[in-house]
Every structure is written in structure tokens, then in C-alpha cells.
């Protein structure tokens, strides 16, 4: 038979609300939403998709709303889209002090979706406020 403090813990443990313990089971709210389109940074190339964050923030409410649908059903289907774990590999940039002629001399720069990245930020910020 069990310990009965370990009895006390799991059942005080089982009555306990998790909802506030679990920030990925609450659906992303159109604030939090907002807030992300946002918070995304500016003035950085395109993505595979041809998106830049600026397009995001300045979207008309009917695609908000359908982001939002679709960030929720992702979350909750746990499925990522393909699209948006494709990174392009669309340059290199000369560390500093290399030699040019070496090839690991350079550092890739892979650009992912501005629309993945969004749902990063929903998917991170509970977790960090």
C-alpha cells in the first residue's frame, strides 16, 4: 500500500486547478493576436510566401479573424503546416574577420514565415510572462 502522505499529495494534486498551469490549452485570444502581429519585427526581407511583417499588422479584420481560426486549430491539433517549418536559404553573409575564399567563412541566413513566427510569439509569450 501507498505512503499515505504520497496518498494526500496526489489527491490535493488532483483537485488542484490547472487551468492556469497550462497556457497551452487556453485558445489564443484576438488581444494576444494583435499583439503579435505587432510585436514582429520590420524592415527584414521576405519569406518563402513573399510576406512581410508589415502585410501582418495591416491586415484587414476578416483575415485576422481567419488567422486566428487557424492559429487556434493548430494549437490544438498540434500539427504545424508544412509551409511554415520550410526556411529559404536565400544568402550568405561573410562573418566578420574571415577569409572570403573559405566557404566556412559564411554564415547561412534561412528566412522562415513572418506568419510562423507570429504563432511562435502566441505559443512563447505565456511561457515567459
Known amino acids: 500500500m501507498a505512503d499515505p502522505r504520497m496518498r494526500r499529495l496526489k489527491k490535493a494534486l488532483e483537485h488542484r486547478p490547472m487551468a492556469s498551469n497550462r497556457p497551452f490549452e487556453v485558445e489564443f485570444t484576438e488581444n494576444k493576436h494583435n ?42 491539433s498540434g500539427e504545424l503546416l508544412h509551409a511554415w517549418r520550410l526556411g529559404g536559404c536565400c544568402t550568405k553573409i561573410l562573418k566578420k574577420g574571415k577569409c572570403a575564399m573559405a566557404a566556412e567563412s559564411y554564415r547561412p541566413i534561412s528566412l522562415t514565415s513572418v506568419i510562423s513566427k507570429t504563432m511562435e510569439y502566441l505559443v512563447n509569450a505565456p511561457l515567459y510572462h
Open 35 to 76: 499583439i503579435a502581429l505587432w510585436k514582429g519585427k520590420t524592415g527584414k526581407a521576405l519569406g518563402l510566401n513573399e510576406l512581410m511583417q508589415e502585410m501582418l499588422a495591416h491586415l484587414g479584420q476578416s483575415v485576422k479573424d481567419t488567422l486566428l481560426t487557424l492559429f487556434n486549430h493548430t494549437r490544438r
